[in-house]
């Protein structure tokens, strides 16, 4: 399962990264060494075993459904990079 | 009395400020007039909040003198710059948090300073915790004083090296795969990972929310029960906090160990470890049989398996938690971006450093469709059988006992091109963060002037437990008082 230049382009593309062609080279190869590292997993007897999310199996607590948080609008938009009229400032998505 | 304060601990710092000895603010002028003069070669500390400081000082000095004191009061104390706090630079040590103010405080940090605590300022790390040497950092590599030309572990880097330098007498944390207690190994000091769900995540930047924990470092076990008392306990702001009661980690410091049994995992001590990092974990264990303690050979089979299983599990979870960062909200943005896409791409890219991109990346593949059974869902299977080891261990003994870490601070620059062998820094602490353990270490010798230390894997909740035995050890030795000449004014 190695990770090619074409590989690492579409991963790239997934998580939204931009990858030079010039590092594309250097990064699988060092995305290939750590896949490596991980393939020891397939070693495992994992037959019947239940994959583990918790490790005291504690499930999302619920709460009573009501407001408990206060409204942080000003306080949100004043750390945002961009924003205006209470919204955030991004490049035209729609023509 | 003023070029002693540095070498007290917190405890001693604390019966010092009841006494009268000196006042909190001139416990907080002394430690930040170390940082100006030493931190400099360190680089330990991202921002140091001194005007915050010499406020809260004087705070906490009134409420001595009214007798309103609390666990922590006129105490300073380092932030790992991990933790949020308001209208204070939170960085995580990237370039995509350089200008972010935090808008609100973390439960840990507000639960100190309700205790009384003081801020010193935010200390260095890895960025966004992933690294074990603190060389990647936007900030730049902390520098071990121990040896400056090594690196000082990480991600808690800076916390770990401040403590060792004797900037800050104690500091806070995070671990999620071993980035409290390796550091606190490579720079002779104590640190304790809790339970997961212990203490509230709720404000602490996330990397792998299944794994981060945060907790207490200092000088000594006796210090990190002290600051422990004041972290735990359940937030219902974070809905992975665990609702247990606090147990009373100070008052069970002294219990008695004689009868305790300690567990040596095998696979601890495999053939391939050096033999001198053997030899000190060696030696502290038959320190505590010395103590009334008794040892049992015990296997974790799984064990072996715990860094691959890790290596998907938080970056599959990091590339989640860090898709947060988008340019749109908070953090880093490029320039002129000419569609959304590019604005996404290039502020996370421009944002993000190297380590950061290839945990993503790493994650991003493993979760994508095709190899979701492959990677992803089989950790988590092999998480379950390294749990599994470690319940079948406690059905035999009190706690497990080994190496922190399978060598000394090495040299900076020595592994950094090299991520697999980075890895390795952790291959004896991830287990406790796959299984949700804690886990202290603490100093237990050096191997050529540099420190080593031995890890306690508690069960879990049994906290109390760990620094009760941690505690024993540090009263009938004396490596932990053991400082570097760095920084040293005798």
Redesign the interface.
Known sequence: MAIDSKVVAQVAHLARLKVDESDSGALSDRLNDILAMVDQLQQADVTDVAPMAHPLDVTQPLREDEVSEPNVRDKALDIAPSAEDGCFLVPRVIE | MSNAMHNKTLTELKAGLAAGDFSSRELTEHFLARIQQHDGELNSFISVTAEQALAQADAADTALAAGNGGLLTGLPIAHKDIFCTEGVRTSCGSKMLDS??A??TATVVEKMAAEGAVMLGKTNMDEFAMGSSNETSYYGPVKNPWDLERVPGGSSGGAAACLGARLAPGATGTDTGGSIRQPAALNNITGLKPT??RVSRWGMIAFAS?LDQAGPMAQSAEDCALMLQAMAGHD?RD??S?NEKVDDYLGALNNDISGLTIGIPEEFFPDTLDGAIADNSRAAIRELEKLGANVVSVSLP?I??S???Y??IAPAEA?SNL?RF????????CDD??????????S??EG?GDEV??R???????L?AG?YD??Y?????????I?DDFARAFEKVDVLMGPTAPETAFKLGAKKD???SM?MADVFTIGVN????PALSMPTGFINGLPTGTQVIGN?FREGQILNVAHKYQQATDWHKQAPAFGGDQ
Request: charged share 25%.
């Open positions: 972010f103010i808008p609100y997961y769900g299944s219902q809905s992975t665990l799984s072996k398996l860094v691959p299983a290596y998907v590339s898709s988008d340019g749109v909200r908070f953090g880093h943005r971006p000419k569609d959304l896409e590019d604005l996404y791409k290039r996370r890219s993000f991109k290839r993503i990346l790493v994650g991003a593949y493993a994508s190899y492959a990677y869902r089989r950790a988590q299977q092999v998480r379950r059988l749990r090299d991520p697999v890895y796959l299984a949700g353990l879990y």
